[in-house]
């Protein structure tokens, strides 16, 4: 198991919401889809542009800059023009806290 950090607290996202957090150094994107929430990298593998500020359809998330699309669950690259996946993150919830698990 990896280092758990937390990164907001859950009212901070509403359902079908998303969000940059900014911890150790390092910026997420987070998304509640219906109640779930997911974690990714915040930058597009194509073009480093910020997931966080695309358009949330369902699981998929279109980055704002140049349309490339992936899976919030699990940072699989969906539509051109990226072609490499974005790193996904387990989530846990405790205590009203959102934390991802890093490796």
């Known amino acids: 198991m990896g280092q758990r950090i937390a990164v907001a607290k859950i009212d901070q996202l509403a359902p079908n919401q ?5 911890v150790q150094g390092q910026e997420f ?31 998929t998330i279109t980055c704002p800059w140049h349309g490339a699309k992936f899976d919030v669950a699990t940072g699989k690259c ?6 490499i996946d974005v790193d996904a993150y387990p989530v846990h919830i405790q205590d009203g806290k959102i934390f991802i698990e890093l490796p």
């Open 78 to 83: 969906l539509a051109e023009p990226a072609t």
């Open 18 to 22: 998303q969000r940059a957090v900014r």
């Open 29 to 59: 994107a987070l998304f509640n889809v219906e109640g779930t929430i997911y974690a990714l990298t915040n930058k597009c593998s194509h073009s480093r542009g910020p997931l966080a500020e695309g358009r949330l359809t369902g699981t």
